[in-house]
């Protein structure tokens, strides 16, 4: 443990670190939740899982994907799964 302390006090470690951090590799990107949603950056929605949302965001994606099918038998078949009391 004395040799890491030792070292640390004579090698130039801040400025190495200050001249790593301060070149232009580093960088943060600004982006809206919008975009980084679409660009696949949330592995799962936030209504999706908690719990007080849950329910309405699961309907709200069913009815996204039935809105969206174009396919009849398809959508028919989605139907009589997710809303039963309607087929």
């Known amino acids: ?3 890491i302390a030792f070292l640390f006090y ?3 470690i801040n ?3 200050d001249a790593k951090l301060s070149d232009g590799s580093n960088f943060i990107e600004v982006i809206t939740y ?3 949603r679409k660009a696949g950056h949330f592995a799962k929605d936030y209504d999706r899982i908690n719990p007080l949302l849950m329910t309405q965001a699961i309907k709200k994606e069913i009815d996204f994907v039935l809105d969206n ?3 009849i038998s398809k959508k028919q078949a989605y139907i009589k ?3 039963p009391k309607l087929s």
């Open 81 to 83: 799964i997710f809303y």
């Open 69 to 71: 099918e174009k396919d």
């Open 10 to 12: 004579i090698l130039p």
């Open 34 to 36: 919008q975009e980084a």
């Open 15 to 17: 400025e190495y670190i």
């Open 1 to 3: 443990m004395n040799v």
